[in-house]
């Protein structure tokens, strides 16, 4: 008899340690469309030229600040999409925040660190 695993992504907020009390922490942005979905806990971006966010990538030079948390899933793959963000006063559960595949440690850390001078404070990385 074989046995079948499923893994389970991450549910919506799950990151969240704490947050500020009524909907401080949150705002309501437009992601981007992209060839993928993001998962609850990828680290966006803000492209000022756009006026969106993006996932964050340490290698580019548009998005390589880190600015919000995603509260849910997004999956702008056939367009713009409106989602809720993290994007001040909150804790996070560092080992349940992600990005794009490429992002290296450092650039996880860096995010991190960026993420903490926006009031978005990394607990257990």
């Not at 963000?85 to 650039?107: H, S, Y």
Request: hydrophobic share 40%; glycine share 10%.
């Amino acid at each position: 008899m074989s046995t079948t695993v499923f893994q389970e992504g991450f549910h919506r907020g799950e990151f969240l340690v704490s947050e500020a009390r009524g909907n401080r922490s949150r705002d309501v942005g437009t992601i981007a469309a992209t060839s993928i979905s993001y998962q609850s806990g990828t680290i966006v971006s803000f492209v000022v030229a756009t006026g969106k966010y993006t996932a964050y990538d340490e290698t580019s030079q548009t998005a390589n600040t880190a600015a919000a948390v995603l509260y849910d899933h997004a999956d702008p793959r056939g367009g713009d999409v409106h989602a809720t963000l993290i994007t001040r006063d909150a804790e996070i559960n560092a080992q349940q925040i992600t990005g794009l595949p490429t992002i290296t440690p450092q650039g996880l850390a860096t995010a991190l660190t960026q993420l903490a001078t926006r009031g978005i404070i990394a607990r257990g990385a």
